[in-house]
């Protein structure tokens, strides 16, 4: 899962259990995955926005 993610496929998830310290890195690279979505999606958003407004 870190390389597909390192290679920019971000709708790879993992299934985690525990609360030792891997459990909770992989529950921070998932947090890090989903806002990077979200910023993505915000800027792609924004920029057809702005492309409609400049034609």
Same mark, same amino acid.
Request: hydrophobic share 35%; glycine share 6%; net charge positive.
């Given at each position: 899962?870190?390389?597909? +993610? &390192? *290679?920019?496929?971000? %709708?790879?998830?993992?299934?985690? /259990?525990?609360?030792? =310290? +891997? &459990? *909770?890195?992989?529950? %921070?690279?998932?947090?890090?995955? /989903?806002?990077?979505? =979200? ?5 792609? %958003? ?10």
């Amino acid at each position: 899962m870190p390389s597909k +993610i &390192a *290679q920019g496929d971000l %709708s790879q998830e993992a299934n985690v /259990h525990g609360n030792n =310290e +891997i &459990a *909770q890195l992989a529950r %921070s690279f998932q947090s890090m995955s /989903h806002n990077l979505k =979200e910023m993505i999606s915000h800027v792609l %958003s924004y920029v057809r926005c702005g492309c409609k407004r400049l034609r």
